[in-house]
């Protein structure tokens, strides 16, 4: 009997220092670890965000020009150090302001004074849900859908404004609208899928900005 209680005990303890040594990954925020750098130095944590490129920066980079922030709703940034995030169907990097979600584990820099994460893993940026419109729709909507955001399948193409200033178009069956800066060249001819913001030009008409290319297929 004594034993057999010895046997459970032990396989009791076990179990226990099992559990408490399989998981030390902390969920946090940013604001918990700039609040607290010294409690969380060499802990692994679950963290999320918004990906704000190098703006937003909160010091000179820890480790080297690569490194780029991570910031919450109070523009309240640390630098991340290693693995850049990227879109996996893509392989561009994320747009300012999507929110991502990192493994990482934070350290502390004595020339500044303030934390910083070294990425471990990046999770997945979901995509939201955007409707897919056709151009004649934005155009005939105007200017009431100033400021939303829509998914466009085109043809890339190059036009030219009324000063003579080469601009980049994207057409479908139903017309034509101008865009603002592509995230990557592509060229004309190029079937393009993207996410854009419907902006207004000098003029007050319509154009897409902000763009997120989501496929491109070249011919």
């Excluded at 200017?143 to 998914?151: K, L, Q, R």
């Excluded at 069956?173 to 101008?178: A, L, R």
Aim: charged share 20%; hydrophobic share 40%.
């Amino acid at each position: 009997m004594k034993k057999n209680y010895l046997c459970f005990l032990s396989f009791f303890l076990f179990i226990v220092c099992s559990v408490l040594n399989a998981d030390t990954t902390l969920n946090t925020s940013i604001k918990e670890i700039l609040d607290s750098p010294k409690a969380y130095i060499g802990k692994t944590v679950n963290i999320s965000g918004i990906f704000t490129g190098w703006k937003n920066a909160p010091s000179a980079p820890p480790i080297s020009r690569s490194d780029w922030v991570i910031c919450n709703e109070d523009n309240k940034g640390i630098y991340c150090a290693g693995k850049m995030p990227q879109d996996p169907e893509t392989s561009e990097p994320p747009k300012y302001g999507d929110k991502i979600s990192l493994l990482a584990e934070v350290c502390f820099s004595d020339e500044t004074e303030l934390p910083y994460l070294i990425v471990l893993d990046i999770m997945p940026i979901k995509k939201p849900v955007v409707e897919m419109v056709s151009i004649m729709n934005i155009l005939l909507n105007a200017p009431e859908n100033i400021g939303e955001t829509v998914s466009i399948m085109g043809v890339l193409a190059k036009g030219y404004g009324v000063k003579g200033d080469r601009q980049y178009l994207i057409a479908d069956p139903t017309g034509v609208i101008k865009l603002g800066r592509l995230p990557k060249l592509y060229p004309t001819g190029t079937i393009l899928h993207i996410n854009a913001l419907i902006a207004e030009d000098e003029n007050g008409l319509p154009y897409l900005d902000n763009i997120v290319i989501l496929s491109a297929k070249v011919d």
